[in-house]
């Protein structure tokens, strides 16, 4: 398995503001996921993130406005940029598993209330 | 029409009782079967992971896949209030990393 944390677990910006979610695994992992939860609905991908190449969107996600970072093989970020109340949502990173196993882990969520 | 369907509940039972939960897929390049716990305000977190149709046991979860039916269950025997969550399924297709996930459905075990 893996251990990952986020940063902030929660906060509520203005409109029009950014905010940089950070995520930290406790070992290397070559794949790292970011996904949207909006309030009582499922997990809905955001893009894939490689260490060392161009992030890849899903279908109505940007990098405008989703830029994400991956400068090693345990962190990532994940920015919200000009921020919108429908923006809010908890928003999750993923890993790959380390063991190679064709599945995710998932961290404990950053939960974000744009007003 | 989703790929993935899952009941969105609440499925709500007694103590002791076995939750069942299921979910249908509609293409079959889907080859790896998870099943994932999420409780109020947690990220969630993965319970069974299977690659094969037939079952899989650990604890008090059962994993189910019938690939021919498109078909994947869990059940949990003994339920047990911490065991209200929601449950996710998800799957993967084959020579792919990107995960799709059933709806969820909301679980209420009762004391």
């Known amino acids: 398995s893996a251990v990952i944390s986020q940063k902030p677990s929660r906060d509520i910006c203005q409109r029009g503001t950014s905010l940089t979610i950070q995520c930290q695994v406790d070992?290397?992992?070559?794949?790292m996921f970011w996904y949207r939860q909006q309030p009582g609905q499922s997990l809905t991908l955001i893009a894939t993130?490689?260490?060392?190449?161009?992030?890849?969107?899903e279908s109505g996600f940007v990098i405008d406005k989703f830029p994400i970072s991956r400068p090693n093989l345990t962190f990532s970020t994940l920015t919200v940029s000009n921020m919108s109340p429908e923006d809010s949502s908890i928003y999750l990173c993923?890993?790959?598993?380390?063991?190679?196993?064709?599945?995710?882990?998932f961290g404990p969520g950053t939960r974000l209330t744009v007003l | 029409q989703k790929e993935v369907e899952q009941d969105p509940g609440p499925l709500s039972v007694p103590e002791g009782a076995i939750v069942s939960l299921n979910c249908t897929y509609s293409?079959?390049?889907?080859?790896?079967f998870m099943w994932y716990r999420q409780y109020s305000r947690k990220g969630p977190e993965l319970l069974m992971y299977?690659?094969?149709?037939g079952n899989k046991e650990d604890g008090r979860f059962t994993a189910q896949v019938d690939k021919s039916s498109k078909y994947i269950s869990l059940f949990i025997r003994d339920s047990q209030p911490s065991d209200s969550a929601t449950y996710l399924c998800?799957?993967?297709?084959?020579?792919?990393?990107?995960?799709?996930f059933g709806g969820g459905t909301r679980v209420l075990v009762k004391p």
């Open positions: 993130a490689n260490q060392g190449s161009e992030a890849t969107y």
């Open positions: 299977t690659y094969s149709s």
């Open positions: 293409n079959s390049a889907f080859q790896y």
């Open positions: 993923s890993v790959a598993d380390p063991a190679g196993r064709n599945t995710q882990y």
């Open positions: 998800a799957m993967i297709k084959a020579a792919g990393n990107k995960l799709t």
């Open positions: 070992s290397q992992v070559t794949m």
